[in-house]
């Protein structure tokens, strides 16, 4: 090698050594900055897990000031404004009470309307039937067709046609351990009672998230897994949709029904009944199997065989009381499946509760949760929840009802002879007016003194108290009725065409049983400052 060449090599190795410099520069450039832009990720990640985000089906929902409270430790959210989100209605004061009161209100969705007051032990649903001005025998003939979700083998799509079972505006009442809170002029419900009020589920897994799922993001997921458990069917009845929020899915194979676990895939309720109804309220299954029907628990236990009776309800949600139907004639069962009133009458229940709607009587079929007035051949008695027969079957009727006497006013005074003078229809006419300042009434309340049902029989009203469990004032009264003025009502007999206070009288013949809350709180005042 001459020194020409040499130069030459020594200068191309410089080179060489300057490019992998140059290189290695670069190199250490890049995964410096690759490590703050990593850095900066982590950090810009770390800071946005700080911030509290809530997602409704994975889209993101601002977040308000009033959104979320904290209450005695427990976190609630804003109603009207998750329902705003979820797309609810939402409406103030109690659904049919026509009232603007802030302490409650009403959400309407596609398929239920959910009433609620704060500081109440208890919501009540009604469940919409949307499926259209259809016949029974068309309804029927429709929700055995189109009972079922299925996907198309070829687009993969569902095919959706959702039913529903109950009758319109069936009532459920539901039982709430935390209730809803009236703050700041807003109404919030806990995050443990969200679910069931929204039919939503919550996954609070992590941190600084809400995610709320929807029944719809559900069912998608839910037509996956039973179509991975071997089933190509799923129940498409609204009520039977809602038991994917206490994570249960009810499948088919086109002739039965049965249940499986959204979670383990577990079979919870074998696949052999014609057909499920879900009571989300008592979260158990209205099952039919050979035309008749029972009643299953959500662990797949049985409560009652579906073997013997027509026709199943849900006579009381709070008592796990049953309404039972064997030829015509209803009866009653408890939760454990045993008898409490024999399928041997009528009908079970207020015959005439339209009348009564003013009192806004929780459940027209267990007046003070312990009196199931029964009727039979025309008459009507009260049975209590131990099966216990307190009145007999031989009243006329339960309540006292204002109308019935004005129109019986009005007909005497229109069947008198046409030779009836002006001034005599005219005091007709006012003693139908005067009837009609005096409201219906079916229970006295306990603020009275008692736990009061006006009772009928031939023409002349009594008593019965259900906490002294007998009749406290014979049936001998022509009038049980009350009035209300400036907000306040007070309840009346008329014995002998003379007003009496009916407080007065209760206390005068020491007849008070229960002692009203307005008693007790002025008595624990008096304890405290002594």
Do not use: W
Not at 63 to 85: F, K, P, W
Not at 114 to 128: P, Q, R
Not at 156 to 184: L, R
Not at 187 to 198: A, D, H, K, M
């Amino acid at each position: 090698m001459n020194l020409e060449e040499s130069n030459t090599f020594v200068e191309q190795m410089e080179k060489n050594n300057k490019n992998k410099k140059t290189v290695l520069i670069v190199l250490v450039i890049c995964a410096i900055l690759i490590a703050i832009l990593l850095g900066m990720i982590s950090y810009i990640k770390y800071q946005d897990s700080l911030q509290l985000k809530m997602f409704v089906d994975s889209k993101q929902i601002p977040i308000s000031s009033t959104l979320l409270v904290q209450d005695n430790g427990q976190n609630y959210m804003n109603i009207r404004e998750l329902a705003n989100a979820l797309g609810y209605s939402y409406q103030k004061g109690e659904y049919k009470n026509y009232t603007e009161d802030a302490n409650s209100c009403y959400l309407s969705s596609a398929y239920e309307i959910v009433s609620m007051t704060a500081d109440s032990e208890t919501i009540t649903k009604y469940i919409l039937n949307k499926n259209g001005n259809i016949s029974s025998e068309d309804k029927q003939e429709n929700t055995m067709n189109n009972q079922l979700i299925m996907v198309d083998d070829t687009t993969g799509e569902q095919i959706v046609n959702i039913m529903v079972d109950s009758e319109d505006e069936t009532a459920q009442t539901f039982a709430i351990s935390e209730p809803i809170k009236y703050i700041n002029n807003e109404l919030y419900v806990s995050f443990s009672e969200l679910p069931r009020i929204f039919n939503v589920q919550l996954d609070l897994s992590e941190q600084n998230r809400i995610r709320v799922n929807s029944l719809y993001s559900l069912l998608q997921s839910a037509v996956q897994i039973a179509t991975n458990l071997g089933y190509s069917q799923v129940s498409n009845s609204y009520e039977n949709l809602t038991a994917m929020i206490d994570n249960m899915l009810v499948v088919g194979d086109g002739t039965n029904f049965g249940v499986v676990s959204l979670t383990s895939g577990q079979e919870i309720i074998s696949l052999k009944y014609q057909k499920m109804v879900y009571m989300q309220n008592t979260q158990e299954f209205l099952v039919t199997a050979e035309n008749s029907v029972g009643i299953v628990a959500k662990d797949g236990t049985t409560i009652i065989k579906p073997t013997e009776y027509d026709n199943i309800a849900v006579l009381d949600e709070l008592n796990k009381l049953y309404l039972v139907e064997k030829d015509g004639k209803y009866g009653v069962l408890n939760e454990a499946g045993e008898t409490i009133v024999y399928a041997e009458y009528d009908s079970i229940g207020i015959e005439n509760k339209e009348e009564f709607q003013a009192e806004n009587v929780r459940n027209d079929r267990l007046l003070f949760d312990e009196c199931i007035p029964v009727n039979n051949n025309g008459k009507v008695g009260i049975i209590d929840i131990e099966g216990n027969e307190k009145l007999k079957c031989v009243y006329d009727s339960l309540g006292y009802i204002a109308n019935a006497q004005t129109n019986k006013t009005t007909t005497s005074a229109s069947s008198e002879d046409d030779s009836e003078d002006d001034e005599d229809n005219t005091t007709a006419d006012n003693k139908a007016t005067v009837v009609n300042e005096h409201d219906n009434v079916l229970t006295i309340p306990e603020s009275v003194g008692i736990k009061g049902i006006v009772v009928n029989l031939n023409g002349l009203y009594g008593i019965y108290d259900a906490q002294a469990k007998r009749l406290i004032i014979p049936c001998a009264c022509t009038k049980i009725y009350s009035k209300t003025k400036s907000g306040v009502t007070t309840y009346y007999l008329e014995y002998n065409e003379q007003e009496i206070e009916l407080g007065s009288y209760l206390e005068a013949n020491n007849l008070k049983s229960v002692t009203s809350s307005e008693t007790e709180e002025i008595q624990e005042v008096e304890e405290n400052e002594g």
